[in-house]
């Protein structure tokens, strides 16, 4: 019989509750990220899945629980050895989060540009490598995110995670506020980048398309908990009664076109 | 009447709380920037932008403002001293008058207004559209990246605004004095020399950095406390500019008092 390799566990969320103000948003929270996996985490607004993202990256405490990435523990872990791994992560937030001030090369290599001294011209080349990927052209490298479109804020926010080639990425709504025509296209994007650097990649989403475009497992919160998690194949036969409500927001035109 | 006196208590009881609190978390974040601005690495370049922003860019304000203070301060000596010896007791009233209290406290309101709601609706901008957690992220720590440099660049800069705040006032009441009330110019020069004391000149620095501190570090609070996105932008941009003004008018009284009291 064929022996099964088992895949590393890279993110590991263990029990992991947080509430704010006595208002519970999370409850007893469990699952993994496997190596080479692509992860979606579905909800409804305010189901806390952009909460369950901060606590992951340490950008918020849980109130009991366990976080490991790679096998250390991020919660109580120093600062100090917590940025160290953080700088493994490459992480776009929902709303893209570019920084006004600086230009959008500047913007993509910002982690780089902290680890060592890059000038403006090897600053651009290294930037222009990651963008042709993405579908940008070359002449948005010297404006600011002011000035260039939401599909492009996006796309220029996944460069800059992927820049220096992380081994986890993590996607909040990467879709939200486009056009499905750009989402279809970012989606795309986001598959590319995870194959392109190897890793794995966590997207919260409640574009139900997107899943389907890039998830190899899904996971549901509801009330506070994980209610349901599969794969994107396994949704379309599950009785579970969001999960249905999910599914009915797909665009007929997704099936007509993947 | 029992419930009502309960809840009133109840309330007042929460406010004080929440105020003493705020208190509490200012003077940590105070500290924390402390610690930033000493540890390096230091960011030159931001520092260099803000002093630029904050320096350059307020001189014609502040220039204008204490230009029009030194001209209506010598018109109105005029008027009220004109029977006796003008000449030395306007050219004296203007220069006390601008180097004690008003270059200080005009040119600290001004920047308040100008550079303190800026400094306070760019970092909660920042804030609100995670900006700063992408900082984070990215290996980059906000208060050192982000606060340090504004704190650094105001305690330069603002002391050397209230300096060329002072001289454009003091030129003010001299154009009043010459141009429009005929006093001899040497005379007025003389007069102006001879008032001139070096304890007024430390004082107005001193005014000007303990400014500079406060500006920044309150707008650089109330910004990087910023939520509830557009309103809590509106709200951290409005608190910065109440609260450094009036700090600035009160802590001129405890400054004058120290030196002078």
């Known amino acids: 019989m064929e022996k099964k390799l088992e895949k590393k566990i890279i993110i590991k969320v263990s029990e992991v509750s947080k509430s704010f103000n006595n208002n519970v948003v999370l409850k007893d929270i469990n699952f993994q990220l496997l190596e080479g996996e692509s992860l979606a985490i579905i909800g409804e607004s305010g189901s806390g899945k952009s909460v369950l993202l901060k606590n992951i990256i340490g950008l918020l405490l849980p109130d009991k629980g366990s976080i490991q990435i790679n096998d250390n523990e991020m919660v109580h ?28 090369w500047e913007n993509i290599i910002f982690k780089i ?17 990651i963008i042709e990927d993405l579908g940008l052209q070359p002449n948005i490298l010297d404006l600011y995110p002011s000035e260039i479109s939401g599909g492009m804020q996006k796309r220029v926010a996944i460069a ?18 486009l056009d499905p025509v750009t989402g279809s296209l970012i989606d795309k994007l986001i598959k ?16 139900m398309a997107s899943v389907c475009r890039i998830a190899d497992k899904v996971i549901l919160i509801d ?22 409500k999910f599914i009915k927001t797909i665009n007929s035109d997704f099936f007509l076109n993947d | 009447m029992l419930d009502f006196f309960l809840n009133f208590l109840g309330t007042t009881g929460k406010k004080f709380i929440t105020f003493v609190s705020n208190i509490g978390h200012f003077f940590i974040f105070f500290a924390n920037t402390i610690y930033w601005i000493i540890r390096p690495p230091w ?33 109105q000596t005029y008027n009220g001293f004109n029977e006796i010896n003008s000449e030395t007791t306007v050219a004296r009233i203007v220069l006390t008058s601008i180097i004690r209290e008003l270059g200080p406290v005009l040119t600290g309101l001004m920047v308040a207004g100008r550079i303190g709601a800026k400094m306070a609706a760019e970092i909660a901008t920042m804030k609100v559209t995670e900006q700063i957690d992408a900082l984070e992220t990215l290996g980059t720590r906000p208060m050192q990246y982000l606060i340090a440099p504004k704190i650094i660049a105001a305690l330069i800069c603002i002391p050397l605004l209230v300096l ?98």
């Open chain 2, 164 to 261: 060329i705040g002072n001289t454009i006032g003091i030129l003010g009441g001299y154009v009043i004095a010459i141009y429009k009330l005929n006093f001899n110019p040497s005379m007025y020069i003389y007069a102006t020399m001879e008032y001139l004391q070096l304890i007024d000149i430390i004082q107005g620095t001193v005014k000007a950095a303990v400014f500079g501190i406060i500006i920044s570090m309150v707008s650089c609070y109330f910004g990087f406390n910023a939520t509830k996105g557009a309103e809590g932008v509106g709200f951290a941009t409005t608190s910065s500019v109440v609260i450094s003004s009036v700090m600035i008018l009160t802590s001129t009284y405890v400054i004058t008092a120290l030196f002078f009291g």
């Open chain 1, 223 to 244: 009330k506070q908990t994980i209610s349901w998690s599969g794969t994107p194949k396994q949704m379309f036969d599950s009785e579970n009664e969001k999960i249905q």
């Open chain 1, 192 to 207: 590319k980048a995870v194959s392109r650097i190897g890793g794995s990649a966590i997207t919260i989403t409640h574009d």
């Open chain 2, 43 to 75: 960011y030159f370049k931001r520092i260099l932008q803000q002093i630029i922003d904050i320096g350059y860019f307020s001189l014609p304000v502040v220039g204008l403002t204490t230009f029009f203070s030194g001209m209506v301060l010598a018109l």
């Open chain 1, 77 to 104: 872990l120093n600062k100090k050895l917590k940025e160290k791994i953080l700088l493994d992560l490459g992480i776009t937030f929902q709303h893209g989060a570019l920084f006004d001030s600086l230009k959008v």
């Open chain 1, 113 to 129: 540009a902290n680890k060592e001294k890059i000038n403006t011209k090897q600053g651009k080349q290294i930037a222009l490598s």
């Open chain 1, 160 to 177: 800059r995670a992927i820049c220096g080639n992380p081994k986890i990425l993590l996607f909040d709504e990467p879709t939200s506020g």
